[in-house]
């Protein structure tokens, strides 16, 4: 599986952007990239995910380098009910078809300050 | 619309006892997971379904049994417990038709003793 390389653990102060890296230098070309994030004491939710292209939803923007070696999540304006911790995960969109496996790792723990 | 649920929320156990951890979802859901969650860790697949009466392996199966018998319910049977499973046990369903988010349950805490 192609892996994920995040940061431990990030600080944010409340109400500024957040701009969380990641790095999959061994994508390939039908890796999906999704984010997902787990507040304390609960199930991970998902966040956001793309293929290529830039996304953007309610919850934050997904940008997507060109070469796709990386990505970043953005977070517009960080609360504290965004302190949690976010899984950047690569997902083969063909193999392991039928089961939509998801591989995570350990994730950037985000503190956000008052 | 309740979502995924799970049944008990906490649990300790003795060495050698055996249990079961109920996963519930109504959003007729195809795909079920479990997964488990080492302390500082990130989720690891147990097994998963990919529809009612079937299942498969996942990264770490051994010591685990699952069963699919209605499509709304994935049951993680636990024959023999050891400390090495003492975990936080999540499960997720996803709609294949909109593959791309899985929903998590809250999460179940077991502690083998």
């Known amino acids: 599986d192609a892996k994920t390389t995040q940061p431990n653990s990030m600080e944010s102060n409340e109400e500024e952007p957040v701009h969380l890296p990641c790095n999959h230098s061994?994508?390939?070309?039908?890796?999906?990239i999704h984010w997902y994030r787990q507040l304390p004491s609960q199930g991970p939710e998902y966040v956001i995910h793309?293929?290529?292209s830039n996304v953007n939803n309610r919850m934050a923007s997904l940008a997507i380098a060109e070469d796709r070696k990386s990505s970043t999540l953005i977070l517009h304006r960080a609360t504290l009910r965004d302190a949690a911790v976010y899984y950047c995960?690569?997902?083969?969109?063909?193999?392991?078809?039928?089961?939509?496996?998801?591989?995570f790792g350990k994730g950037t723990k985000l503190s956000v300050i008052p | 619309n309740a979502g995924v649920t799970q049944t008990p929320k906490f649990r300790v156990l003795k060495t050698g006892q055996s249990m079961t951890l109920l996963c519930a979802q109504d959003?007729?859901?195809?795909?079920m997971y479990w997964y488990r969650q080492d302390p500082g860790m990130g989720l690891r697949l147990i097994h998963y379904?990919?529809?009612?009466?079937?299942?498969a392996k996942g990264e770490v199966p051994d010591g685990y049994n699952v069963s699919r018998l209605k499509k709304q319910n994935f049951l993680l049977g636990l024959e023999s417990a050891a400390p090495s499973q003492t975990s936080v046990y999540f499960c997720?369903?996803?709609?294949?038709?909109?593959?791309?988010?899985?929903?998590f349950g809250p999460g179940t805490r077991l502690t083998v003793l």
């Open positions: 379904s990919v529809g009612e009466g079937t299942t």
């Open positions: 793309g293929l290529t």
């Open positions: 997720a369903s996803l709609n294949r038709a909109l593959y791309n988010e899985q929903f």
């Open positions: 959003m007729n859901h195809e795909y």
């Open positions: 061994t994508i390939s070309g039908t890796d999906y």
């Open positions: 995960i690569l997902r083969d969109g063909y193999s392991g078809a039928g089961s939509y496996q998801l591989t």
